[in-house]
């Protein structure tokens, strides 16, 4: 039994399909992270008697980035670049709803902050991060043109985003050791695979053009693994 990934092609496929469940458990806390953060908003929003809906709206948004988007290589500092989530998008509230009225700064500092997004991730992959955060909270202020007495509870909402992120990301959440055998396990099975595939090709003269492409495929797949295997 534990050498039927290497008998059956698509029993190894399936076994390493995702690498111990990292794309299952990262969309899983994300998702509930987005459910948490909204409904707790709302809540807040419903007790204080206000009648606004789109403060739940970038709770959630928040929320659900604050997992999706933060990718750093160590887990502190992982933690560091959720709470400058929290920093980026309030500023990005702020920014946003004191530019409204010109569309022309707005416009030029919505292009100002994808630039540095794709610039300075060459010193970090945070920096990245950040600025998406706070291009979606600049476009989201800037359209909805709020007020000064709304602003306090769109910081709320960030807060509450942030918060329920870094929650479900280092607190309830944490990655284990038995996730990272997991994800070994499954880059070992695909690594297999692999070279399986690489040693008949290297057997056969002539080697099929579809052969070819599937063993690039199974090549591209392996680095994705490693890289799975490598953040878990």
Not at 52 to 72: E, K, N, R
Not at 120 to 138: A, H, L, N, P, W
Request: aromatic share 10%; net charge positive.
């Amino acid at each position: 039994m534990k050498g039927l990934h290497l008998k059956h092609h698509w029993v190894g496929r399936l076994l390493a399909s995702d690498p111990g469940h990292i794309r299952f458990q990262k969309a899983g806390k994300a998702t509930v992270s987005l459910i948490c953060a909204v409904i707790t908003t709302l809540l807040i929003l419903r007790v204080m008697e206000n009648d606004l809906l789109t403060p739940a709206i970038v709770s959630g948004m928040v929320g659900l980035m604050g997992i999706m988007m933060v990718m750093d290589e160590t887990k502190s500092q992982k933690k560091v670049t959720t709470l400058l989530l929290g920093v980026s998008g309030a500023a990005g509230i702020t920014i946003g709803s004191l530019l409204a009225g010109s569309a022309y700064y707005i416009s030029s500092l919505m292009i100002l902050v994808i630039f540095s997004s794709l610039y300075f991730s060459r010193f970090g992959v945070r920096y990245f991060s950040i600025c998406m955060i706070g291009f979606m909270t600049i476009y989201i202020s800037s359209v909805l043109k709020l007020s000064q007495d709304q602003l306090p509870w769109f910081y709320m909402g960030v807060l509450i985003g942030v918060l329920f992120a870094f929650l479900f990301n280092f607190v309830l959440f944490q990655d284990s050791s038995q996730t990272l055998k997991r994800s070994m396990r499954s880059f070992h099975i695909q690594s297999n695979l692999t070279f399986n595939m690489l040693i008949k090709a290297l057997q056969i003269k002539d080697i099929d053009p579809k052969r070819k492409e599937r063993i690039e495929k199974n090549i591209q797949k392996l680095r994705l693994y490693a890289n799975g295997s490598c953040k878990s």
